[in-house]
């Protein structure tokens, strides 16, 4: 049974650009949630994907988008990097919507330079 | 402004001791407590929760103990193994909440 996976592992990129994260929920699940990690804190919530439809949103600009696919997949785009976007990028996956339960996958790193 | 507060970043335990690890809340609506354990290029992991209703909830080694007037959580691990050497992360949720609300973590490091 697979649990939550990302893609990719790491990532490098320069102030400005855009940059695309993908998730794939553990099998069974059917709601997506992204969280970023910066160093040294832990892990805040940006937003919540449900039935292909952002459900929640967190402190976090408009820069940052998601989308979620008909196979609850999902993606996290962030525009206009900043440095301070740099963070590990975690995907976590449930099911039926809000959850108590979430399982998380290994994250994405994300540096920008 | 910080809802969930972890104040030890660090913690060091020998082997077959008590490992206790603490965290403070402010937000009186959270509906129940989580623990997540951290290896490094790992997700974290769900360890324990405990509902809001409880003061104490016990699985295996892992103990969480609630005091809702303090807004004071802790996790006791007894008997400490090296293998439990990893950051925890303190959470909390609303019943009706999405969002985890995540302590900033402290490393435990367990020694043989």
């Known amino acids: 049974d697979a649990g939550v996976t990302q893609s990719p592992t790491h990532l490098i990129k320069t102030r400005g650009q855009q940059v695309t994260l993908r998730c794939s929920p553990k099998s069974g699940h059917d709601t997506v949630s992204w969280y970023q990690q910066a160093l040294g804190q832990g892990p805040q919530f940006i937003f919540q994907y449900y039935e292909e439809e952002e459900r929640q949103r967190g402190n976090f600009p408009d820069r940052f988008s998601g989308h979620q696919f008909p196979n609850y997949s999902s993606e996290l785009n962030v525009n206009a990097l900043l440095l301070g976007d740099s963070a590990l990028y975690l995907c976590?996956?449930?099911?039926?919507?809000?959850?108590?339960?979430?399982?998380f996958g290994p994250g994405t790193r994300l540096t920008v330079l | 402004d910080q809802q969930v507060k972890q104040n030890s970043p660090s913690l060091s335990v020998q082997e077959g001791r008590i490992s206790i690890l603490n965290c403070d809340y402010t937000n009186s609506m959270f509906d129940y407590f989580l623990w997540y354990k951290k290896y490094p290029a790992e997700g974290p992991t769900f360890l324990i929760s405990i509902s809001s209703i409880k003061d104490k909830n016990e699985d295996g080694r892992f103990t969480v103990f609630l005091n809702k007037s303090a807004k004071h959580l802790s996790l006791h691990i007894v008997p400490s193994q090296p293998g439990d050497s990893a950051v925890y992360f303190c959470a909390a949720i609303t019943q009706a909440g999405t969002a985890l609300i995540f302590g900033k973590g402290t490393t435990l490091s367990v020694s043989s």
């Open positions: 976590a996956s449930s099911f039926g919507g809000p959850a108590l339960e979430q399982f």
